[in-house]
């Protein structure tokens, strides 16, 4: 891991600690059903007071991790530990851990009170307890007026903040949460992230977090596992995982990037230099990883690291000539512009850089103009600082 | 039924012309096509519970005589152009005097309670079954639950006493294992009744429990384990208190007509066995008693049925709000 | 067949079915409606009949009188020959649901045995409405081996004892002793064994017959007018007061069935009911003519005779005897002796109130409460 990515240095990072056991240990994991492999011998470690997401498109098998962690599911092979104690074996109502439902899965028949009571009904907690427990788990989420309600008489909102309460109320040793965000819409869900990071930092609990959406894995972890056909594909922290991916895979899932298929020309001592015929030019990335010359590999640069320019000699590349800048300038590619897409706080461009091999750069927006200063159709050069790029080799 | 005003007319819009005399003629019975929709079960009930019930009430009011109808007339048409209404109490009044109808009302209401109870204990863990298995096996297994229903009731019954018989299937194999020296008389007792009942009711309360049972959204289950709950908890504080309308409705369609049950009485019964049914019959043809008859009925479905089926009609609406 | 409860629950459905029958019959002219008694007839009595008059029968069964007075009360029925049973036959002449016999019609009126249009002139004075049809009588159905078994060899059957003495009934108690489900019959016959008037209305005579068969209702297995023809032959039951024709039955079945049982039918010599069945015309009845051509057509002796040798019941046709089996002209369970005859008794409606009362003290009974 590269020195200068250490983002928040003042902040615990205990994943960076290697005398610390992990609090929750994911051990070689595989769940089958019939056929179908959900989880394919998956290892994670997820430490004390993260929160932690686990994110993949549906069927990758995040549900199903998350399902064997509360004890509804059990591996096929492989075993979980949790702070140490070995789950196999131990039923979902011993495990000390809590889930929050993606429907949040309410009692329709009890009022928001008993909800949240029902948890430690079951452990026999004593009346004056559970009252003030009970009391203060609907303070924290804000719904003491609405305690006699039935759930059927509330928003969507206030359902979520109810399951909330509900799992946290028993102080789990880890909160376990299906896609918590997923029924609400824009605004509120923008808004209950904040609150839920809040939550999760004030009462220091350990949050496992399946979610389908990248953003809000983004936002929200500390630390994210990207799944992919059962298998966890990376593990990171959110720039980790945006500026460091490690399989196309992942750089592609995770916001925009460009993808340029390359062979490597020459391994120098400050970088490599690639060759992609796509571009017609050479590609200079620095920091990159084990190569060995002739190798096949893929270059991913991100759009917004790219910049636009307007090409003073006019033309775009003509048919049949090399469309690099003359002089055979690296990381410099000429093009014209395909689609704009205006976006207020930036601008998005497809340039096509020849046969149809489109670029996708990102620009700020950083002067009040109503003027473009690149449009349709307009020839432009592309240039990107020789860190910018990424080798990719899987 | 919505009465529309006459005064009220609806512009025509891109009706055709061949609806449009439909239309006024709806309009002027007042009907509109929610209307018609909405009358077909009040037609129903009308002509098939309310006419009856009025038919039998009014005989009930009546006085027996021998005569074709033997009843007397409860309108009399005498020179008055309005009818004199000729109405007796008499009959309820006998109904108050003699113990024997209460004990069958209470024999009855005994019996019918029990088979519901059995029906609810079997049927119960059938339906979760049902609920719980995989679809195909689902459709299966209820197919198998209304099977019963392709083979005539009394021939259903006629088995259950090739079973039960003193050289029935169940005693004779008893015997010829050696497990039993004598056989044990089943039939014409009260445990062959409940049989015969449970047996023939418990389609009506595996569907309405299935049905419940089957909306149940598993993750429920899943947040009351999860919330510490061992499974027998979980069954108890979740799935039992939410499937209470499938409760309510199969032990209605149990309770009400084993309450009146004749014909598994009748058959399979014993001559201990007093059920309600069985003294209707005598009074209507042993007595040719119509009017104590129809009182008997009167009295059964004002003190049993009406009430039950309000309080039913009440916990639909409770659970409906609460959906 | 008897006047008894046989209660049956198919004559009722086969009844709705011939309403909705007659409903399209009455177009058709030659046409006639005919409810009667289930198995009581020869099986090519109406085909013949049908051959020869070029009329179509329908021809529908009940198994109780009950029913077919329960029908026959609520009117309307389209029927136009009915076999009710005497005692319901004289009601129901009161309440005015037969119409008159043309005897002009009736010209085999002769061939009836006038000993029993005696008898019959009880139910219905002067035999305006009915033609009598077959009797029988209400006797004893028993296993020969399983009494034996309990009573020893030399056991006595030709006595109301096997049912009415505590005794003797609960020794026979665990192989099976029934009653019909007939207060009327059961209570005369009672009364009759307590050496008392069959046919007393006195309450006092009555305490006395509920008294007698409540101290031997412990031992009875079941109070029913049908189930015993089956259970006798499978030898489910041992003892039964039931209808001499339907012991037959049972006897018929027992003989045919692979178990090796024996039933036998007794008229107990203290005295038994003697029935008669009545074919009559109901008031209203769609085809009179018809009717009046299928009495007539009964009351042939050969048509007689063919009919009693297929259902083994005694017939009214005093002619037809010639032609009858001896077998059954010989049995004096079907045809009793003289001695005998003058111990049967008739029972007579009983006036609605008394009846009431007999009816529930019946209820008691039965429930034993």
């Known amino acids: ?394 | 039924m919505t009465a529309t005003a006459g005064e009220r007319r609806k512009p025509k819009g891109r009706a055709t012309a061949l609806r449009a005399p439909f239309h006024a003629l709806a309009q002027r019975i007042g009907l509109s096509g929610r209307g018609l929709v909405v009358a077909v079960p009040y037609f129903w009930l009308i002509a098939f519970f309310l006419l009856p019930f009025i038919i039998v009430a009014k005989i009930s009011l009546s006085q027996m005589i021998i005569g074709r109808p033997p009843f007397t007339d409860f309108f009399v048409w005498s020179d008055a152009w309005l009818p004199e209404i000729q109405a007796y109490l008499d009959n309820y009044r006998w109904l108050l005097q003699d113990s024997l109808y209460w004990v069958a009302y209470l024999n009855s209401v005994k019996i019918a309670l029990i088979s519901t109870l059995f029906c609810l204990l079997i049927g119960y863990p059938m339906a979760y079954a049902i609920a719980r298995a995989k679809p195909t096996v689902r459709t299966l297994l209820l197919l198998m639950v209304i099977l019963p229903f392709w083979t005539s009731f009394l021939l259903r019954v006629y088995a259950w006493m090739g079973i039960l018989r003193n050289t029935g299937v169940v005693n004779n194999t008893l015997t010829s294992l050696g497990i039993l020296d004598q056989p044990i008389q089943m039939m014409n007792t009260d445990f062959s009744v409940y049989v015969g009942i449970v047996y023939t009711y418990l389609p009506f309360m595996i569907l309405p429990l299935y049905a419940t049972l089957e909306k149940l959204d598993g993750a429920l289950l899943e947040a009351a384990e999860d919330l510490g709950a061992k499974p027998w908890k979980v069954f108890l504080t979740v799935t039992l208190p939410l499937s209470l309308p499938g409760i309510v409705a199969g032990s209605m369609l149990v309770f009400i007509p084993a309450v009146g049950e004749y014909v598994i009485p009748e058959l399979l019964g014993g001559p201990d066995t007093l059920m309600i049914g069985r003294v209707l019959w005598d009074e209507f043809f042993s007595n040719r008693d119509w009017p104590v008859a129809s009182a008997v009925t009167i009295v059964l479905i004002l003190v049993l049925v009406i009430p039950l089926a309000l309080f039913q009609r009440h916990q639909a609406k409770v659970q409906e709000r609460e959906a | 067949m008897s006047q008894g409860i046989k209660r049956g629950l198919s004559a009722s459905v086969s009844a709705a079915a011939l309403i909705f029958a007659t409903g399209a019959a009455t177009a058709q002219e030659d046409t006639l409606n005919v409810y009667n008694w289930s198995d009581y007839i020869a099986a090519d009595t109406v085909p013949k009949f049908e051959e020869e008059f070029g009329v179509s029968v329908n021809y529908d069964v009940y198994d109780s009188n009950e029913v077919l007075e329960g029908t026959l009360m609520a009117g309307g029925t389209g029927y136009d020959v009915v076999v009710p049973s005497g005692s319901f036959f004289q009601r129901q002449i009161e309440a005015g649901i037969y119409q008159k016999l043309d005897k002009s019609k009736l010209d085999n009126w002769d061939h009836l045995d006038p000993q029993i249009l005696e008898q019959v002139a009880q139910y219905d004075p002067g035999n305006e409405y009915g033609v009598p049809y077959m009797w029988g009588t209400t006797g004893i159905g028993y296993n020969v081996a399983m009494v034996e078994e309990r009573l020893g060899a030399d056991a006595d059957f030709d006595t109301w004892d096997l049912i009415f003495d505590p005794e003797t009934a609960a020794k026979l108690a665990d192989c099976g002793v029934t009653l019909l489900d007939a207060p009327t019959e059961v209570f005369n016959t009672a009364r009759q064994y307590l050496g008392l008037d069959p046919l007393s209305t006195d309450e006092d005579d009555l305490q006395a017959a509920v008294d007698l068969i409540m101290e031997i209702r412990p031992h009875i297995r079941y109070f029913h007018s049908s189930q015993y023809i089956n259970d006798l032959a499978n030898g489910e039951v041992c003892v039964s007061m039931g209808w001499s024709g339907d012991v037959f039955i049972a006897a018929d079945r027992a003989e045919a069935g692979e178990r090796d049982v024996e039933v036998a039918y007794t008229i107990p010599r203290e005295g038994a009911t003697i029935w008669f069945d009545i074919m009559a015309i109901p008031e209203g009845a769609p085809h009179p003519d018809n009717a009046h051509k299928w009495l007539n057509y009964q009351m042939r002796p050969e048509v007689a005779a063919e009919n009693v040798n297929y259902v083994w019941y005694a017939t009214a046709n005093q002619d037809a005897l010639p032609m009858i089996d001896d077998d059954i002209k010989n049995d004096p369970a079907i045809y009793p002796s003289e001695e005998v005859m003058e111990s049967l008794f008739v029972d007579l409606p009983q006036e609605p109130r008394f009846a009431r009362v007999q009816t529930r003290a019946w209820t008691r009974v039965k429930t034993g409460q």
């Open chain 1, 1 to 394: 891991m590269p020195e200068t990515l250490r983002a928040r240095p003042e902040k615990h990072q205990p994943w960076l600690d290697a005398s610390l056991r992990p609090y929750i240990h994911i051990d070689a994991v595989t769940k089958q059903f019939g056929e179908f492999r959900a989880v394919d011998r998956t290892t994670l470690e997820i430490h004390r007071g993260e929160l932690f997401c686990l994110l993949g498109a549906s069927g990758c098998g995040k549900t199903t991790l998350l399902r064997m962690l509360a004890g509804f599911e059990h591996p096929t092979s492989g075993r979980i530990l949790i702070d140490g104690q070995d789950m196999t074996g131990v039923p979902a109502y011993d495990r000390p851990v809590n889930m929050m439902f993606q429907n949040y899965a309410l009692f329709p028949h009890m009022s928001v009170e008993q909800n949240v009571a029902y948890g430690l009904k079951q452990d026999g907690v004593r009346k004056p307890e559970l009252k003030q427990r009970v009391g203060e788990a609907l303070e924290m989420v804000q719904l003491g007026p609405w305690a006699k309600r039935k759930p059927h008489q509330l928003s969507g909102g206030q359902r979520q903040r109810v399951a909330l309460a509900r799992s946290l109320v028993k102080r789990p040793k880890v909160l376990l949460l299906d896609e918590p965000l997923a029924a609400l819409d824009k605004k509120l869900r923008e808004r209950t992230q904040f609150e839920l990071m809040n939550i999760q930092e004030e009462l220091g609990v350990t949050f496992v977090v399946v979610t389908h959406d990248q953003e809000e894995a983004m936002t929200l972890s500390t630390r994210m596992a990207v799944m992919e056909r059962g298998q966890v594909v990376q593990v990171g922290t959110p720039s980790e995982i945006y500026e460091f991916p490690a399989t196309r895979f992942t750089a592609d899932f995770i916001g925009s990037i460009n993808l340029i298929e390359g062979r490597v020309k020459r391994v120098e001592a400050a970088g490599v230099l690639v060759a992609a015929p796509q571009l017609g030019c050479d590609l200079e990335v620095t920091g990159a990883t084990q190569v060995r010359e002739g190798q096949s590999v893929c270059v991913a640069i991100r759009p917004e690291k790219i910049a636009v320019a307007p090409n003073a000699e006019g033309a775009g590349p003509e048919e049949g000539a090399p469309n690099a800048v003359r002089g055979g300038a690296r990381n410099s590619v000429r093009g014209t512009v395909r689609d704009v897409a205006y976006l207020g706080d930036s601008s998005v461009f497809r340039v096509d850089v020849g046969e149809g091999f489109l670029i996708e750069v990102t620009q700020p927006n950083l002067l009040r103009s109503l003027e473009r200063k690149v449009d349709w159709d307009d020839a432009v050069v592309l240039t990107w600082r020789a860190d910018a790029g990424l080798i990719l080799t899987e």
